[in-house]
């Protein structure tokens, strides 16, 4: 496959050792507090229904990339492994912008490669909080266009441009999707385990956090659970990693 690119002089952030941002140990409520109108309805799939009950869970410390992997870093894993490039790298694409159309599996592989895993589901929203109990999103309880990118029809942005969280973290809310570790329960929460939970072992969907450029702002919420099938690839997913332990 051609792989065409845009000039590495428009990439406007190093990827480094220094983009993994130590996120430390600690407990928080995971799950949605607040009640909302879907809460008493019946539509199947339990969409915005799923993150309830909300359950104290401790994490251990660990790293996670302060940006979603970019394409300027997954074209250096590319051309590494000879691993498959993204189908729509057919034509240019801006490097700082994060990667996407790239399944479950390319994700972990990557990860791997970078000597890292995929962030468990407790582990993305813990950090996705920042150290703030109880908010909607990372920074508050409501977000406009001025601190994620979602509900527009054009497309994810660079990665960095909206402030980061208290963690240091950028675009938790918004921009893709991020794949998770964990396979999909919609009734994981009511049987989870509390500590440093890895979600069920098996299942048919894999869970994606933060919503992207294309969701409503309640899809971008810090609990907000989506699930896809691990081999989809489509434009609005994309991915961090996680290091552990934290050195």
């Known amino acids: 496959m051609l792989i065409a690119c845009a000039s590495l002089a428009s990439v406007t952030l190093a990827y480094a050792a220094d983009d993994r941002v130590v996120i430390p140990a600690g407990s928080f409520n995971m799950g949605r507090s607040k009640s909302t109108a879907d809460d008493k309805t019946t539509m199947r799939p339990k969409v915005l229904l799923d993150d309830r009950p ?57 990860c791997q490669w970078a000597g890292g895993r995929l962030p468990t589901e407790a582990e993305w929203e813990y950090a996705a909080r920042g150290g703030k109990e109880g908010l909607d999103y990372p920074a508050g309880d409501k977000i406009d266009a001025k601190q994620a990118r979602f509900n527009v029809a054009l497309g994810p942005v660079a990665v960095g441009k909206f402030p980061a969280n208290g963690y240091g973290l950028y675009d938790m809310a ?65 991915f961090r990693c996680a290091y552990s332990p934290a050195p």
């Not at 492994?81 to 034509?91: I, K, L, N, V």
């Open 54 to 110: 909300t359950r104290q869970v401790s994490i251990s410390s660990f790293r996670l990339d302060r940006y979603e992997v970019t394409n300027h870093k997954y074209r250096e894993f590319v051309k590494a492994t000879g691993h498959r490039a993204p189908y729509h790298w057919s034509q240019p694409v801006a490097e700082d912008i994060p990667v996407y159309n790239v399944s479950w599996d390319d994700a972990r592989d990557f």
């Open 174 to 238: 918004g921009n893709v999707s991020e794949w998770t570790a964990d396979w999909f329960d919609g009734a994981y929460y009511s049987r989870g385990e509390n500590a440093d939970p890895k979600g069920p072992a098996t299942g048919d969907y894999r869970v994606i956090r933060g919503g992207a450029w294309s969701d409503s702002a309640r899809r971008v919420t810090v609990f907000f659970r989506n699930w896809v099938r691990p081999n989809q690839r489509t434009p609005n997913i994309g």
